[in-house]
T-cell receptor, first 113, second 110 residues
């Protein structure tokens, strides 16, 4: 089955700086890679996703890049703000359309004012 | 996101007790899922359903059962609660080609 590794487990950045979270996956057939943000005590919420036919996707301050050859994908947050503090999870699936996702173990991002 | 409703929000069980976690949606979504989230870990898929009358195992199904008699409801049953089932449980549905989670049920088995 799929295995997703996520690094780092914790990350602290100064407000206004950029944050990068990286994930690797094992199944070369994986074709869908979403990122979820989870604030303390809340549900995970989708913030951005990418499919395997695209190398990069942006949404305002958030971007995701995908390297299929190396089997890794990354989340980039620019101009970080205090409200970006949360736990971020990457995920992958080879069964897009079913969303039987395999999740990484999460990155706790802290934005330092 | 009011697409799916989970109850209860919190529950404490004694070892060996049973309970049902409820998950209801009223938007006619076919695909529904149960995930569990252990502290400091990602989410793991317990069971999923692609429509009424159809269910299948996920990554960690042992100790759980599900049913899908209607499109609206996808309850998760714990028959003999064990401490290893202490976790936060999220029901989810697939809409607009994306996965949306309910607000979760925090379960402690003591």
């Amino acid at each position: 089955g799929e295995n997703v590794e996520q690094h780092p487990s914790t990350l602290s950045v100064q407000e206004g700086d950029s944050a990068v979270i990286k994930c690797t996956y094992s199944d070369s057939a994986s074709n869908y890679f979403p990122w979820y943000k989870q604030e303390l005590g809340k549900r995970p919420q989708l913030i951005i996703d990418i499919r395997s036919n695209v190398g990069e996707k942006k949404d305002q301050r958030i971007a995701v890049t995908l390297n299929k050859t190396a089997k890794h994908f990354s989340l980039h947050i620019t101009e970080t703000q205090p409200e970006d503090s949360a736990v971020y999870f990457c995920a992958a699936t080879s069964d897009f359309g079913n969303e039987k996702l395999t999740f990484g173990t999460g990155t706790r991002l802290t934005i330092i004012p | 996101n009011a697409g799916v409703t989970q109850t209860p929000k919190f529950r404490i069980l004694k070892i060996g007790q049973s309970m049902t976690l409820q998950c209801t949606q009223d938007m006619n979504h076919n695909y529904m899922y149960w995930y569990r989230q252990d502290p400091g870990m990602g989410l793991k898929l317990i069971y999923y359903s692609v429509g009424a009358g159809i269910t299948d195992k996920g990554e960690v199904p042992n100790g759980y059962n599900v049913s899908r008699s209607t499109t609206e409801d996808f309850p998760l049953r714990l028959e003999l609660a064990a401490p290893s089932q202490t976790s936060v449980y999220f029901c989810a549905y697939r809409g607009e080609e994306k996965l949306f989670f309910g607000s979760g049920t925090q379960l402690s088995v003591l």
